[in-house]
């Protein structure tokens, strides 16, 4: 057997799990706890691991994606929920879905090694508490949105960077995905309705139950000293799609007066049902803000899908549009921790940057963006270390 940490440091490392658990079964459990013990179970479980162990675990990674997309297609999770005390067997299995018997017995060994289901008697398979997650949107549809929009790319990112001698893509005509299926995300989606909707869905389902970014930033920051006429521009959702963020914002603070605009392309906001308090208006952050003087111009996940490059010409494009000491830009993305990120955040950050040349960016560069841009940030909220930050940004002084 290879040699692992010290017993020392696995004893403490064991200790301190220890203690994190009470706090998650007590009742000063906190978002911040919870994302704490999970760090700490990694962070154990690589004590323990020999490392041939983890050169195993990692590398066997793919074979488990692909069988758990293949039982996405088979619609096994929701057979199993339907016989929650009894389970199915795989004869069972096979005749719902139409797989071959023996086939169903070899994928679900990869779903019960994962937790996704446990089998209590040989080849009988009975539903956990995480096959309920593979039923719904985050993993009925995440699983195959993701996996067959990012992974033919993935394959490929390894080549890709030979090819390239090695250097980010800093382009989006020019990304990975571009290079290795001939276009971009975005093109990919629009000429495949299926997928466009297993993206939205998915999406929709990441924000599902998680605090909205006006219950984690201070909203009187914006509300006081703000023009209170309905001519006054209040806040303009830049991209916001279908408006459920403006919806949101006017059902919990329906005092708040100024005009709600939408913006996002033509096609997108003209089948927007966003409701008489709200204007919707067909507009490209990569021309310039035609909505002057605002209070807030709010991005919403926009920035981590582009380079560098064209994230500076949407901040010029709406810095132009600012009345200084009243306009703010806000942003909600991810910020990442300058050490010790998560991983799968800096996991994400990969993908981003495979499928767009896009960027999950850390504080230090998020500085260094909007500072380019001729802008400083005045805070940065967030509701738990794993979720999207509130960032706040204004013109810099003189």
């Known amino acids: 057997m290879e040699p692992v940490l010290q017993n020392n440091t696995l004893l403490s490392l064991a200790e301190e799990v220890q203690q994190a658990a009470a706090i998650e079964c007590s009742a000063d459990r906190s978002a911040s706890s919870h994302f704490r013990l999970?760090?700490?179970?990694?962070?154990?479980?690589?004590?323990?691991?020999s490392p041939t162990e983890t050169v195993r675990r990692l590398i066997y990674q793919p074979?488990?994606?692909?069988?758990?997309?293949?039982?996405?297609?088979?619609?096994?999770?929701?057979?199993?929920?339907?016989?929650?005390?009894?389970?199915?067997?795989?004869?069972?299995?096979?005749?719902?879905?139409?797989?071959?018997?023996?086939?169903?017995?070899?994928?679900?060994?990869?779903?019960?090694?994962?937790?996704?289901?446990?089998?209590?008697?040989?080849e009988v398979y009975l539903p956990t508490d995480k096959t309920i997650a593979f039923t719904q949107p985050i993993g009925r549809d995440g699983v195959p949105c993701l996996y067959d929009l990012a992974v033919p790319t993935l394959v490929q990112l390894p080549a890709y960077f030979r090819e390239h001698h090695y250097l980010m893509p800093k382009e989006y005509s020019r990304s990975p995905m571009r290079w290795a299926v001939g276009q971009?995300?975005?093109?990919?989606?629009?000429?495949?309705?299926?997928?466009?909707?297993?993206?939205n869905?998915?999406?929709?389902?990441?924000?599902?139950?998680k605090p909205s970014w006006f219950d984690v930033y201070p909203v009187e920051r914006l509300v006081q000293d703000a023009e209170d006429h309905d001519g006054a521009a209040f806040l303009v959702d830049v991209g916001g799609n279908q408006g459920h963020d403006l919806i949101r914002f006017r059902e919990k603070y329906p005092d708040v007066k100024g005009r709600f605009i939408l913006q996002d392309l033509p096609q997108v906001v003209e089948?927007?049902?966003?409701?008489?308090?709200?204007?919707?208006?067909?507009?490209?952050?990569?021309?310039?803000?035609?909505?002057?003087?605002?209070?807030?111009?709010?991005?919403?996940?926009?920035?981590?899908?582009?380079?560098?490059?064209?994230?500076?010409?949407?901040?010029?494009?709406t810095v132009s549009a600012l009345r200084p000491g009243y306009s703010r830009i806000i942003i909600v993305d991810c910020v990442l921790p300058d050490t010790?990120?998560?991983?799968?955040?800096?996991?994400?950050?990969?993908?981003?940057?495979?499928?767009?040349?896009?960027?999950?960016?850390?504080?230090?560069?998020?500085?260094?963006?909007?500072g380019a841009a001729g802008l400083e940030i005045q805070g940065i909220w967030s509701a738990s270390p794993e979720m999207d930050c509130v960032i706040e940004a204004v013109p810099k002084s003189v």
């Open 340 to 370: 010790n990120t998560p991983l799968a955040q800096s996991s994400l950050d990969i993908q981003m940057m495979s499928i767009g040349s896009g960027v999950e960016r850390s504080e230090c560069q998020w500085r260094e963006l909007l």
């Open 184 to 199: 971009s995300q975005f093109e990919w989606l629009a000429q495949r309705k299926h997928q466009q909707a297993l993206f």
């Open 38 to 49: 999970l760090g700490l179970l990694d962070r154990l479980r690589l004590a323990v691991e």
């Open 271 to 317: 089948s927007a049902s966003v409701g008489e308090d709200i204007d919707a208006m067909a507009y490209s952050f990569l021309d310039p803000q035609p909505v002057k003087g605002a209070r807030a111009y709010y991005f919403r996940a926009i920035f981590h899908d582009w380079p560098d490059y064209i994230c500076h010409r949407i901040l010029q494009n």
């Open 201 to 209: 869905s998915y999406m929709s389902s990441r924000r599902h139950g």
């Open 63 to 122: 074979p488990q994606n692909a069988a758990l997309r293949t039982v996405i297609d088979l619609e096994v999770f929701p057979l199993l929920t339907q016989h929650p005390k009894k389970g199915m067997s795989a004869t069972q299995l096979a005749e719902d879905t139409g797989a071959e018997r023996a086939l169903v017995v070899r994928l679900m060994r990869v779903m019960e090694g994962l937790g996704l289901c446990a089998c209590a008697e040989p």
